[in-house]
């Protein structure tokens, strides 16, 4: 066959866009905001991250691109996994290409000393048996942990915002301090200490995956590469009695797309739950979000289906699931 699987440089301008078209065609039968805009990814892919490395792959057909890949590797952790995502233009489907995208994904990873790859595969809410679920299955990949993608419009949170504000004060004792990114210094190790429990509190289901360290320095590396690509983490945090950080959320908006938001974590120390702060927390991100971005349309999150604590305040807030999210494992 005549396509070709070569690796790119992101600085490449005509091949990234080309990537990115494949990307977006591959993707647009999907609800909610299955692909960045141009602008998020010709800005962020090329932009050193001292989180993850990434890997781009095409396939190409004589002068055209039909398919895409992509590698991402975690840099600070779990080093012995990496996330492999193909996509391959509708009208190439069911020629071999998808598969031959894969294959160079697993080289590229392996080459790089990883032994398990995650991927994911989205179907519409409870569905299964869809193309791309047959074929992860027909590469080799399991199901490792089943999600839901929740979207969320902001008029339907701004309706329910003062009931909700009602029903979960910030408990006695308590503070909620929200900020743009960057942490304030005083918090900073606190923070750290939280973020190290993440890998063991989110509910992983199959998923192998360890929890690492999260230094001063660290976390100051990470925000500063978010300000370089523009975006914004817009954070509550829930300061206890002693001074601690008791819990924490995001929501993440990139200047090149003010309509569209994400959230990114949550969590609240073990030692605090059972105060509702999941929930106060998410309303300050939330207000924080309708402030500083009136034109905010819609914001994403997924969770595993199992999280019944975390679905719970997801359709507090007024989140709708949009679809399934399965999470992939294969072990090379
Ligand atoms: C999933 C996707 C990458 C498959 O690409 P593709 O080039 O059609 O895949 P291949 O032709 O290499 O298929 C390999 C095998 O997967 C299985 N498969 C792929 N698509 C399938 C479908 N729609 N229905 C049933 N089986 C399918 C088959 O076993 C197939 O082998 P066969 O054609 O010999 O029967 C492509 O449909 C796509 O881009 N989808 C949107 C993005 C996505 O969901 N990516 C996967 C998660 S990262």
Not at 126 to 154: C, D, H, M, N, Q
Not at 174 to 200: K, N, Q, W
Not at 280 to 295: E, F, I, M, N, S
């Amino acid at each position: 066959m005549g396509v070709d699987i070569e690796q790119f440089n992101p600085h490449n301008q005509a091949a990234l866009r080309a990537w990115w078209e494949v990307g977006h065609a591959a993707t647009a039968d999907r609800p909610g905001k299955p692909w960045p805009l141009w602008e998020q990814s010709r800005v962020a892919l090329p932009t050193p991250n001292p989180e993850r490395g990434v890997t781009l792959v095409a396939a190409i057909d004589g002068r055209e691109m039909v398919g895409a890949g992509l590698v991402i590797r975690t840099l600070k952790e779990n080093l012995h996994t990496a996330m492999a995502f193909a996509y391959v233009r509708p009208d190439r489907t069911r020629e071999g290409i998808g598969r031959r995208l894969v294959e160079e994904l697993e080289v590229i990873a392996a080459g790089d000393g990883r032994t398990t790859i995650q991927s994911e595969a989205y179907l519409p809410p409870g569905g299964s048996g869809t193309g791309p679920e047959l074929f992860a299955r027909a590469l080799g990949y399991e199901v490792a942990s089943r999600e839901s993608i929740k979207e969320l419009t902001l008029a339907d949170f701004v309706a329910r915002r003062d009931a909700l504000a009602a029903s979960a004060p910030v408990p006695e004792g308590y503070r909620v301090i929200t900020f743009d990114t960057v942490c304030p210094e005083d918090h900073l190790a606190s923070f750290g200490r939280l973020l190290g429990m993440l890998m063991s509190e989110v509910p992983l289901g199959e998923l192998d995956l360890q929890a690492s360290e999260w230094t001063p320095e660290r976390i100051r590396e990470a925000e500063q590469r978010q300000v370089s690509v523009g975006r914004h983490l817009l954070t509550a945090m829930a300061i206890a009695p002693d001074g601690s950080v008791a819990g924490v959320s995001d929501l993440r908006v990139d200047d090149s797309d003010p309509a569209y938001g994400q959230i990114g974590i949550t969590i609240v120390d073990p030692a605090h739950r059972g105060r509702r702060l999941g929930l106060v927390l998410k309303t300050a991100t939330h207000d924080l979000a309708v402030a500083t971005w009136p034109g905010l349309v819609s914001v994403d999150t997924s969770n595993a289906e199992v999280n019944t604590w975390m679905n719970a305040v997801n359709e507090a807030l007024g989140y709708r699931t949009i679809e399934t999210l399965l999470e992939l494992q294969k072990k090379l």
